[in-house]
T-cell receptor, first 112, second 112 residues
Framework: DTAVSQTPKYLVTQMGNDKSIKCEQN?????MYWYKQDSKKFLKIMFS???????INETVPNRFSPKSPDKAHLNLHINSLELGDSAVYFC???????????FGPGTRLTVT | LAKTTQPISMDSYEGQEVNITCSHN???????ITWYQQFPSQGPRFIIQ???TKVTNEVASLFIPADRKSSTLSLPRVSLSDTAVYYC?????????????FGTGTQLKVEL
């Protein structure tokens, strides 16, 4: 069984559209994260979510919003997509904030 | 935020020991140091984590000097399959991890 899964794996869309990326973890972890990896492979945390507490990286535009229907899921919604949003987005989870993180396979978002 | 600096790339040969150093001059008291490995088209994978002195597991060792302003990941007897990008992560994991900072990554290339 895949520990952390993301759908879709690839997402191609046009500027101005709204899209979502889904993430699920079956590890029973309490904390989930979203990361963005740009073309230079720089990995940057966007959000973390623990027991319904959302902590936002202040550099993330408010067009990005995470939504957690339950502890096993943390979906990423992106409104009014821009060219600069093109990147690979990784979901991750950990037992709590001090433990190692398990990453999903990534979603490659291309905005045209 | 603890800014981290790593070499952009390193080359090695099979069977050699590889040491990758990460500089984090303004590391905070609560910050842990974690290293991840990433293969192309995959999410990062946890290697090792430490706070001070030396930590060893079945795949690597992590050396942290007393001032904690740097850390060195040591990979013993590398093989071709160790070719990957290695990230140093420094951060305060409490409070959801929004202060996590990944290094720019070191591309390790192992040759025969």
């Amino acid at each position: 069984d895949t520990a952390v899964s993301q759908t879709p794996k690839y997402l191609v869309t046009q500027m101005g559209n709204d899209k979502s990326i889904k993430c699920e973890q079956n590890l029973g972890h309490d904390t989930m994260y979203w990361y963005k990896q740009d073309s230079k492979k720089f990995l940057k945390i966007m959000f973390s979510y623990n027991n319904k507490e959302l902590i936002i990286n202040e550099t993330v535009p408010n067009r990005f919003s995470p939504k957690s229907p339950d502890k096993a899921h943390l979906n990423l919604h992106i409104n009014s997509l821009e060219l600069g949003d093109s990147a690979v987005y990784f979901c991750a989870s950990s037992q709590d904030s001090r433990y190692e993180q398990y990453f999903g396979p990534g979603t490659r978002l291309t905005v045209t | 935020l603890a800014k981290t600096t790593q070499p952009i790339s390193m080359d090695s040969y099979e069977g050699q020991e590889v040491n990758i150093t990460c500089s984090h001059n303004n590391i905070a008291t609560n910050d842990y140091i974690t290293w991840y490995q990433q293969f192309p088209s995959q999410g990062p994978r946890f290697i090792i984590q430490g706070y001070k002195t030396k930590v060893t597991n079945e795949v690597a060792s992590l050396f942290i000097p007393a001032d904690r302003k740097s850390s060195t990941l040591s990979l013993p007897r590398v093989s071709l399959s160790d070719t990957a990008v290695y990230y140093c992560l420094v951060g305060d994991f409490t409070g959801g991890g929004n202060k996590l900072t990944f290094g720019t990554g070191t591309q390790l290339k192992v040759e025969l």
